[in-house]
């Protein structure tokens, strides 16, 4: 079945880098742009950024310009987000999810999210 | 960016009760509008993508409309698995953001 896997739980000090990893099963990984996420504790949804697999283009936002940089490898249909520079607020659960085109309504919409992954930024 | 704003920001209602909640954008989004739903510790589900289309598999209790800057999304006889959180968000432009979520409690 369609479904995206993301490695697991991560504990980093601050100032250290983490790359979560997004596996992509059931579908065409090159067909559709992969996004990023994140979630803190009890807050709601933030948008990261997202990737091509199929070309390597990426779009991030603003507030994580210079710290985030999503790649892909398309031989094992897997997508990464790297962060660097954490800090303390960056403690969240970080998802994947896969970007649908809806030709019926020609919009676009998260269909499939990974499972999340834990990262905790603590000295 | 185009921000998004929910309300209420919860709710409380009944097992069959029929609730409506609210999304706005700071500037017309047309129908680039989705709305999700999120259990404790799982990832969203889609809901309604274009404001108004139901996902494959979602029960047909959900609905959305709307248009521009006023989005709903109404649940006709809630059930018990409806009593967590909904968020809005939108596709119009990037960075797509999200509404910062409506909880609906069991009252």
């Known amino acids: 079945q369609v479904q995206l896997v993301q490695s697991g739980a991560e504990v980093k000090k601050p100032g250290a880098s983490v790359k979560v990893s997004c596996k992509a099963s059931g579908y065409t990984f090159t067909g559709y742009y992969l996004h990023w996420v994140r979630q803190a504790p009890g807050q709601g949804l933030d948008w990261m950024g997202r990737i091509s697999p199929n070309t390597g283009d990426t779009n991030y936002a603003q507030k994580f310009q210079g710290r985030v940089s999503m790649t892909r490898d398309t031989a094992i249909s897997t997508a990464y987000m790297e962060l660097s520079r954490l800090r303390s607020d960056d403690t969240a659960v970080y998802y994947c999810?896969?970007?649908?085109?809806?030709?019926?309504?020609?919009?676009?919409?998260?269909?499939?999210w990974g499972q999340g992954t834990m990262v905790t930024v603590s000295s | 960016d185009i921000q998004m704003t929910q309300s209420p920001s919860s709710l409380s209602a009944s097992v069959g009760d029929r609730v409506t909640f609210t999304c706005r954008a700071s500037?017309?989004?047309?129908?680039?509008l989705n709305w999700y739903q999120q259990k404790p510790g799982k990832a969203p589900k889609l809901l309604i993508y274009?404001?108004?289309s139901l996902q494959s598999g979602v029960p047909s209790r959900f609905s959305g409309s709307g248009s521009g800057t006023d989005f709903t999304l109404t649940i006709t006889s809630l059930q018990p698995e409806d009593f967590t959180t909904y968020y809005c968000?939108?596709?119009?432009?990037?960075?797509?953001?999200f509404g910062q979520g409506t909880k609906v409690e069991i009252k």
């Open positions: 274009g404001a108004t």
């Open positions: 500037q017309s989004i047309s129908s680039y």
């Open positions: 968000q939108q596709s119009y432009s990037t960075p797509w953001t």
């Open positions: 999810a896969r970007n649908k085109y809806y030709a019926d309504r020609s919009t676009d919409a998260f269909d499939i």
